[in-house]
């Protein structure tokens, strides 16, 4: 038998991989240089805005005379962006609250850290109170800052952490709740999930702020944040449950069968066995569902709350500023974007952990 012969110089190198990927076909080729058409008439544009010619340097609009960006609106302007109108004297107070909780996750993620358990409970129990605590004041000299001086990114991580903490486990008891096999159980689980992704999260927002107020006893308020928080964390577990459930009708029915045979109580065969293989089947989906909490926090604005985004727009109509609201829009989508990226690459590194038993790992 005569050898192979070796393959044609085409397929070797940059040119191959060009001719395999990018003119493997004729319509290969069309998307091609069509791709490259735009690459063309966008980026240099862009580029020339937002680098070449713009504006760094000055703490004033006078300083921003060129035709591109005026990056010092976002340079004077930060500390609002981060903290909103949070009193400049006590930010140090958001500081040391998100150093704490920067500390306790990089415990976590120390493989051969001790009692992970413990250090994973008080951030979810603990820690919550102590940044309340430092955030709103009032106790140990710290001065009350009410939280309608709150806001920025401050504010936006605020709402997105306490949505996305309450969601998961609220979602996880519906999903249980709606596949129980008690009928008073399962419908009410199912009226509660049906209502709330049946109601535009606008609504819910509106409601809590405006509406809830008229029904409570003449005297009894509550804070408007508060309102809004624990509104979306019933709006976003109700998605969540839904890809809870999604992952939970994922787990083979040999999975169930085993678990009974093996004299486990309903709570131990979902904590054991059931819900670890629910909850990796369906990370994609509840990270999604997250991102789409976070990306939504955007929303308050309608019921008086600045984040990030609405702090943007009202720095961006004064009128010492006019005119570079674009340059605000740009900062508020890449720091949307990070957040959105970091999360992303971390599930799916998480995934690929979880699943490397099916790689033969």
Sequence with gaps: MRPSAPPPDQSLGAL?????????????????FVGVALFLIVVPPVVEWAVLEATVAGTTKQACDGGGACWVFIKVHLPQFIYGFYPEAERWRVNLAFAILVGLVALLFIRPMPKKGWIAAFTAVVFPFIAYLLFFGGIFGLPVVPTSEWGGLFLTLIIAGVAIAASLPL???????????????????TVFIEFWRGVPLITVLFMASVM???????GVTFDKLLRAMVGWALFAGAYTAEVVRGGLAGVPPGQYEAAKALGLGYWRRMRLIILPQALRIAIP???NSFLAIFKDTTLVLIIGLFDLLGIIQAIATDPEWLGYAVEGYVFAAAVFWAFCYAMSKYSM?????????????
């Design 349 to 361: 590194r998480v995934e690929r952990q979880l699943n490397r038993h099916k790689q033969g790992v």
């Design 16 to 32: 191959g991989w060009l001719r395999a990927n990018l003119f493997s076909s004729v319509g290969n080729t069309l998307l091609t």
């Design 171 to 189: 979602g996880i008891l519906l999903a249980l709740g709606r596949r129980s096999e008690m009928p008073v159980v399962q419908a009410v689980c």
């Design 285 to 287: 989906g509840i990270v």
């Design 212 to 218: 809830l107020p008229l029904f409570l006893p003449g």
